[in-house]
């Protein structure tokens, strides 16, 4: 009787993933040779999870790391993102929320009683409309005022 052959676990699946992905991409992680002696562990190393959206801007039932906001990047390639352009946009949250912390609470208020923060009312311009006729012809005809 044969045996079964064992199925994959996951860091072997999330291996042979990186690999494929990376290939597609066109920028294979390395040479073919050099892949098959790598272990699924030495493999994943390779990489890090990237956070699409930030913390902070988050609300709190989707603060989980649900697979659709994050993504592998390189260990480099992550930390360049997150120097150049994930901290800053972190810190100039902070600091508009740490000047405004009254506008801040306001808005936890709306956001727990509503769901969503409410649009502001724009208001509209009063249009004074046509003060003439027009006929089949073209011609205008002025309309008189009141007062006149």
């Known amino acids: 009787m044969k045996k079964k052959r064992k199925q994959p676990n996951m860091s072997e699946k999330l291996a042979a993933l990186h690999i494929e992905i990376e290939a597609l991409k066109g920028n294979p992680i390395a040479d073919w040779s050099v892949v098959k002696q790598m272990t699924p562990e ?9 956070h699409v959206s930030y913390w902070t801007w988050v609300e709190e039932a989707e603060k989980q790391n649900h ?12 930390r360049e993102r997150t120097a150049k ?43 004074r409309g ?4 027009r006929s089949f012809s073209g011609e205008v005809r002025w309309r008189k005022r009141k007062g006149d």
């Open 42 to 50: 030495q493999i994943n190393s390779l990489f890090e999870w990237n």
């Open 85 to 127: 352009i994930d901290m800053p946009t972190i810190a100039k949250a902070r600091r508009i929320a740490a000047r405004r912390p009254e506008a801040q609470a306001e808005a936890e208020k709306l956001r727990v009683v509503l769901g969503t923060p409410p649009k502001p009312k724009k208001r509209k311009m009063q249009s």
């Open 67 to 78: 697979p659709s906001i994050i993504t592998p990047l390189y260990i480099r390639q992550h």
């Open 130 to 133: 046509f003060q003439g006729s």
